[in-house]
C-alpha cells in the first residue's frame, strides 16, 4: 500500500492529470471512437478516445475487448495472509520461499514485515490445483500446523484478518495487449513474471510504454489497431526474454527430481546458493543459466 499510496500522491502533484477517486467503474461500451465508462447501474460516467487498461488480474476489459482469458498452463492460483508472532528463520528476516515434496509442485513463501509480522502464502499453477484438486486455503493451515519446518514457528502466531485468494496471470504466453482505442498494462495484460509471480516492475514498465504510446496517439490523432499494436512490440522487446527465461526455470523446477537434486547441492555450496537466491532478482544470471558450462562451473566450483 505505500507504493500505491506514493504514485497516487505523485498523481495529484501532477499538473496533467485529473486524478478522480472513489469511482466505481463496471461496465464499458465500445463506441465508433472510443469507450464509455459506466457504473454498475448502467449510468455513464466518462467518454474516452484511449482506455487504458490497469484493473488488474481479473480485469473486466480485458476480458471482453482484449478477449484475454484464464488459460490454467499460464496461471497461478494464489492465497495470502498477514501473521503476527511467528518467529523469524534462524533470527533473521530473509524473504523465504520453500518446495516442500508435500505441496509440490506448489511452492509457500513467508515474507517478513516491518511491524514483526509476516505475509504468508502459498501459490500453485492452476492446472496442477485442477488436477491434484487442491484445496489451497487447507493445505496452508495444515503445513503451518504440522509440518516439521513451520510448526514451531507458527505455534503462537495469529491470523490477522482473512485468508485472501487471488489470481496471477503469468507473462509465459504472448498476447495481444492492444486494440482500437485501448491498451492493456500490468496484471490486466497479463505480465506477472512466471518464476517468482512479482508484477509490479513489468506493471511499471507497461505503464511508461502506455504513456508514451498515449502520446504519440494523440500527436498523430490515431487510435487505430495498427497505431497500438507499436505498444506491443515495445513491451515484448522489453521484457519477452526475461519472461521466457523465467517460464523455462519455472518449468525446470516443476521437476521434483531436479529440484530436489540442485538444493542438495546448494546446502553444500554456498557459490551454487547465491546464485539460485539471485536469479529470482537478476535477469542476467537467469540467462546465464541457459548455458549448461556456467551450472556446471558453478556446482563444482570450477
Known amino acids: 500500500?505505500?507504493?500505491?499510496?506514493?504514485?497516487?500522491?505523485?498523481?495529484?502533484?501532477?499538473?496533467?492529470?485529473?486524478?478522480?477517486?472513489?469511482?466505481?467503474?463496471?461496465?464499458f461500451e465500445e463506441l465508433e471512437d472510443g469507450f464509455l465508462l459506466k457504473n454498475k447501474k448502467g449510468e455513464t460516467l466518462y467518454e474516452c478516445r484511449l482506455l487504458i487498461a490497469a484493473d488488474g488480474a481479473l480485469s473486466k476489459f480485458a476480458k471482453q475487448f482484449g478477449h484475454i482469458h484464464k488459460e490454467n498452463e499460464h496461471h497461478v492460483g494464489a492465497i495470502r495472509a498477514y501473521y503476527t508472532g511467528l518467529t523469524n528463520e534462524d533470527g533473521h528476516n530473509f524473504l523465504e520461499l520453500h518446495y516442500l515434496k508435500e505441496f509440490f509442485p506448489g511452492y509457500l513463501w513467508i515474507f517478513p514485515l516491518p511491524n514483526g509480522g509476516a505475509n504468508v502464502g502459498a501459490g500453485m499453477r492452476t492446472d496442477k490445483i485442477s488436477e491434484k484438486r487442491v484445496n489451497l486455503k487447507t493445505e496452508l493451515d495444515k503445513i503451518l500446523r504440522e509440518h516439521p519446518r513451520f510448526k514451531e514457528r507458527f505455534k503462537d502466531a495469529k491470523l490477522e484478518g482473512k485468508v485472501v485468494g487471488f489470481p496471477l496471470p503469468l507473462g509465459s504466453k504472448k498476447r495481444k495487449i492492444s486494440g482500437k482505442n485501448f491498451i492493456l498494462i500490468g496484471d490486466a495484460a497479463s505480465l506477472i513474471d512466471p518464476l517468482t509471480g512479482e508484477g509490479i516492475g513489468n506493471a511499471t514498465i507497461s505503464g511508461?510504454?502506455?504513456?508514451?504510446?498515449?502520446?504519440?496517439?494523440?500527436?498523430?490523432?490515431?487510435?487505430?489497431?495498427?497505431m497500438m499494436a507499436n505498444y506491443d512490440e515495445a513491451v515484448y522487446d522489453k521484457l519477452w526474454k526475461e519472461l521466457q527465461i523465467s517460464h523455462r526455470l519455472q518449468r525446470a523446477f516443476q521437476r521434483r527430481w531436479l529440484l530436489s537434486a540442485v538444493s542438495g547441492i546448494a546446502v553444500k555450496n554456498k557459490q551454487l546458493a547465491e546464485v539460485i537466491t539471485a536469479i529470482f532478482a537478476n535477469v542476467d544470471l537467469k540467462k546465464m543459466f541457459k548455458n549448461p558450462l556456467f551450472i556446471f562451473k558453478v556446482i563444482f566450483n570450477r
Open 1 to 27: 500500500m505505500d507504493f500505491d499510496n506514493f504514485l497516487v500522491e505523485k498523481a495529484k502533484e501532477a499538473k496533467n492529470i485529473n486524478l478522480v477517486e472513489g469511482v466505481d467503474i463496471q461496465a
Open 208 to 226: 511508461i510504454f502506455a504513456a508514451e504510446q498515449a502520446e504519440k496517439c494523440l500527436a498523430a490523432n490515431d487510435f487505430s489497431a495498427e
